[in-house]
């Protein structure tokens, strides 16, 4: 059962609440689950919908690429466990990948509710009680429990997975090095010295920095960065 208390609305830099639940790997504590791991909290309106199948085969592939960058996923449906489960089979029918990540099972929607899930533009989006059927949200947690990127799409449009690891990429080097990502910003490509950064600590730190203008100083990292 989730935890129905929090004390303010969801922003970045606000702690991910906690709440217990029960997925398709077992119950969880959500923020045990955490532990010292990056996490990527991502929601779906329904078992055995469309979009919702490709997204996840989709994400069930690319875990590899998630782990290697410290980052567990975990997913949640407005569904049974039982349901997920037959529904898992149909996901590795249609895209070949086998989803061993936990899916929450919030027939309740009470995470849903916890972490403001629900689809308010949509009106037909709704269960057979009318209750709003979860959007497609996206939460990127960090090992401090702290969410540093909220998505959020409508029920029509798919997620974009690269864009996922993209973000998780740009969040992990910005912290490691002290530095900000440009537009489109992919790993190898430069990256923008942290405005906090001044002086001859900027040129210490980053020897080949180049100032297109006083407040916009690119630099390559280092090869082994």
Known sequence: MASTDRNAPLRLGTIAPNFQADT???????HEFIGDNWVI??????DYTPVCTTELGEMARLEPEFKKRGVKLIG????????????????????GSQVQFPIIADKERKVAYLYDMLDYQDTTNV???????????????????TIRTILAYPASTGRNSAE???????????DKHKVTTPINWVPGDDVIVHPSI????????????????????????PKDA
């Open 127 to 145: 269960d057979e009680k009318g209750i709003a059927f979860t959007i497609r949200s996206v939460f990127v947690i960090d090992p401090k429990k």
């Open 41 to 46: 909290l991502f929601s779906h309106p329904e």
């Open 198 to 221: 001044k002086g001859e600590e900027a040129t210490r730190l980053f020897p080949n920095l180049k100032a297109v203008k006083p407040y916009l100083r690119f630099t390559p990292l």
């Open 164 to 174: 996922i690891l993209r973000i998780v990429d740009s969040l992990q080097t910005g």
């Open 24 to 30: 398709t790997t077992g119950p969880i504590d959500f």
């Open 76 to 95: 949640l449906s407005a569904n049974t466990l039982g349901s997920h489960e037959g529904w898992i089979n149909d996901i590795k029918d249609v895209t």
